[in-house]
């Protein structure tokens, strides 16, 4: 949904600044490596401490460059499938550190295994969800679902609950328990959005190949 709502209104907004960095030579490769860095930084850092603000704001002054770089590409005429590549696979290390820096946390400080196990739900569940396109793609169909949590709500709806639970550490009382309640509706929004997409390619793959599995590929 913010995929295909917000994406419009972040690249009328990010264009200028990505065509700044064009015009010093940067590259979208650069900034997609950048902002990895910035964003498994600010995680792993951060969030095994509990120190949830801060982990926060650090992501979010990196996390946008994975807006930035395709749009740099775009605006260069130098969207590549190495660039498409990059950017997929990098995005898959993002999203592990931030739901293993949750994990983390839970395992260490924080002390609850139950919500240890629903972070580490959520990064293997999202890494699935995003598999699942990945791979339906692949073997050359159109698997036109999007589903109910993309990876931008994954990311809003954790990292928005993250900085607010961060306040904690600064005296506002209870709003640490945005955290846990933001990992499990990820958690279960992720679980719908894998059953979704795992029944389009299904059906999508019976289309393609007839009841027989004829024209399978491996
Ligand atoms: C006192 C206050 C303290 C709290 C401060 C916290 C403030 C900020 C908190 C959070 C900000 C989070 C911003 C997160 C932005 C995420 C942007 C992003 O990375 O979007 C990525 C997405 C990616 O495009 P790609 O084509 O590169 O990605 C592909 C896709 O994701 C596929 O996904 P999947 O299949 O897994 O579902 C992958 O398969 C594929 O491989 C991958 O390449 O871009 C978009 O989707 C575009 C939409 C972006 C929308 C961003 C919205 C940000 C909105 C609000 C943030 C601000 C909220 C402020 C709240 C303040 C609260 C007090
Ligand atoms: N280093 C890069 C990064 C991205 N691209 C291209 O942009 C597309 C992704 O666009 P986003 O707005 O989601 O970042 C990607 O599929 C590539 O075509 C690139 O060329 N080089
Ligand atoms: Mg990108
Ligand atoms: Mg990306």
Redesign the pocket.
């Known amino acids: 949904m ?2 295909k709502y ?2 419009a209104f ?1 690249t009328r907004v990010l264009t200028p600044f990505a065509a700044f960095l064009l015009r010093r030579g940067v590259s979208p490769d650069a900034v997609t490596l950048i902002g990895t860095a910035g964003v498994v930084a600010g995680a792993l850092v951060f969030f095994p401490r509990g120190e949830f ?1 801060w982990g ?2 650090v992501i ?1 002054l990196f ?2 460059s ?2 930035v770089d ?1 749009n740099m590409a775009r605006q260069a005429g130098i969207s590549s499938r190495w660039g498409a590549f990059l ?2 696979t990098l ?1 898959r290390v993002a999203d592990g550190a931030i739901f293993g820096g949750f994990a983390l946390w839970y395992a260490g400080g924080g002390d609850d295994t139950l919500l240890c196990a629903v972070a580490l739900f959520c990064l293997t569940a ?1 890494q699935v ?2 598999y699942t ?2 791979r339906g793609e692949a073997i050359g169909l159109p698997v036109a679902v ?2 109910l949590v ?3 709500e994954r ?2 709806i954790s ?2 609950a993250a ?2 639970a ?2 904690h550490n600064f005296g506002v009382p209870g709003i640490q328990v945005l955290l846990p309640i933001a990992l499990w509706l990820v958690a279960v929004g992720s679980l719908v ?1 894998l059953v979704q997409r795992v029944v389009t390619v299904r059906r999508e793959a019976f289309e393609a190949d007839g009841p027989a599995g004829q024209g399978a590929v491996s």
Do not use: C
């Open positions: 913010l995929n917000a994406r972040f603000f926060t704001i979010t996390v946008f994975d807006l395709g950017d997929s995005d999202g969800v995003s396109k990945a999007n589903g993309e990876r931008a990311l809003v990292l928005v900085g607010l961060g306040l959005t």
